[in-house]
């Protein structure tokens, strides 16, 4: 079940089991997710997706209930192991949620968010106008934002939310961009605009995107995993799990014969 | 077709009597309080000059004005604010952000509910226990104005977390999921945000302290006191002692006086009121989200 590539891992977990108190959300997650490539995410509501996702930034030890055994690499490096710095992981792996959530400040703040949380020393403007620019750019962002940077981010349309908490994710140069169900609040333009956006990214960042629209997926994605009450059934290329689905569960589900 | 049947009528009848006996009883409720200014203003508006305001009670407090009265209530309420702020703010920032979620933090909220409805005699007699005599600061501003802080904290404390807990919590997780820690959120987000409230809620305890008579009877509000306070240490006469004195004590005293002193007492309770709506119209105009 390692995927198909024999690529670069950029997440790497053995074993992953996660508990919610007595409830076991995740089993046995043994997943190799590869550098620089999409995949994404599929199952149905309450599988565990998101959960998984928030291991991988360590989100969920917020919840004092929450208890983890099993490893979880992320660019080799096992981010559960003694030492580790929470700042740096989230650092290193970026979150993208169902809902934009831009903080309420203005968009070029947005975009400087995470960089001015994660360096000490003041950068001149030049340089800050630059990382914005740079960072709208790369979510096909900044032609219709550059004449108002100091505007409140949540005047933005919904879509243009979205792409700007992919935008403020950049500046410190993630090696993983998590997305959790990113398009479902947004209308079908919107989700193309955002889809697109993803696949512009593809090669930079190694991106794994949870969805409920099968042909997102298909669509937008190199491989694709297959997820079902916390377990990974399936993890193959998207062309081959569409066609060819190995097993019968993940043909049902995709078929839709599940929730 | 669209004419009306009879029951359209009965449910109109109905409608314009309800209407009507919700609007007579909300026109009763203001009526007091109608009442009750116009008198104030009427009576004690007359008495009311720079002198009134500005100098020294003589002749046994029946002539001269209320200075050091007006003077001791804005020391006492500033004191109080000075005390009470930062270990409100303080508490509610580590209730609504940092505190666990566990019994021990509910037993923590539920004492500082209660605490709210203390009422403020009791008040008044831990502070003369504890700040007059265990701590000797003696019958002073300084005790007097712990014993009002120490009374209004749960105010603050419940308005602060209030508007701390009204930042929609979506901020929160995106500012961690960045990789800020618990206080750069506050910090940069949650603050920014919850300002307006804790404002609101900070002037409200304001105005609530400075008409209070019971918490600084014992613990420092003196009868009569020609002289100014020189340090936190000397007591201070205050407004709301003020006007039970010029009201119940001294005999001959001019009708107008006790109606003036009132007068001022609300006028500056009224002012901090319309100070805090115009501050919170002022941020709300701002307003991020
Ligand atoms: N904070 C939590 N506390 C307790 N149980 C939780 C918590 N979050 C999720 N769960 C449970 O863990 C399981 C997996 O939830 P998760 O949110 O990961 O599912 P999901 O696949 O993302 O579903 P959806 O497609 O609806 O988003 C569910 O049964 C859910 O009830
Ligand atoms: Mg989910």
Redesign the interface.
Known sequence: MGGTSTRALAIATQKLNLWYGTFQALFDIDLNIGQGIITSMIGPSGCGKSTFLRSV?R?NE?L?YVRITGSVDVMGEDIYQQGVE??????QV??V?Q?P?????SIRDNVL??HR??TSDKCSKARLDEIVEDALQQVLLWDVVKDKLQH?A?SLSLEQQQKL?IA??LPVKPAVLLMDEPCSALDPKGTEAVEELIWELRGKYSILIVTHNMAQARRASDECVFMLMGKVIEHTDTGDMFVTPRNQETADYIEGRYG | MFSATSLNRKNDRNETAVRWLLGGMTGLLVLPVVVILSVLVYKGGPVISFEFLFTTPTKGMTAGGIFPALLGTVLLVICALLASVPFGIAAAIYLSEYAPDNWLTRVINLAIINLAGVPSIVHALFGLGAFVVFFRFGTSILAASLTLAIMTLPVVIVATRESLQSVPHAFREACWNMGATRWQTIRRIILPNAVTGILTGVILEVCRTAGETAPILFTGAAFFLPLLPQSVFDQTMALSLHLFVVSTQVPNMPEGVPYGVALVLIAMVLIMNSLSIALRMYLRGRKKW
């Open positions: 930034n989100i917020r004092g929470l700042v740096q992981v989230r650092k970026g979150m949620f809902r959530n831009p903080l309420p400040i968010f995470s949380l994660h409140k949540t908490c403020r994710l």
